[in-house]
């Protein structure tokens, strides 16, 4: 996960997850139950991540839990572009 910074308010303003719920999502639940921190919201016709609560399960998992629990593997991480890439560098993320 990246966030994005206004210069002028030092507010963030972007937050970019490394991993993305896909348009296989049936809207099924089983991330949402697996998830520590209430990071899967509903949202119609799919589930979301909300960014600001994921942490990818750093501490619980050596993956994000919600991956391993989708059945459909709807869940998948997001190929870093090289804008991704620059705005990392430039906040002190390193994308893995």
Known sequence: MSCRMSPAAGEITEIQMAFAIGFQ???CGA???TCPNGAIQGARPRFRIEPLLCTECVLFSHQPLCVAECPVRA???RSPTPSTIHNNLQNGV???
Do not use: G, L
């Open 94 to 96: 390193h994308h893995e």
């Open 75 to 77: 869940i998948v991480e």
């Open 25 to 27: 999502c049936i809207a």
């Open 31 to 33: 991330c949402r139950s």
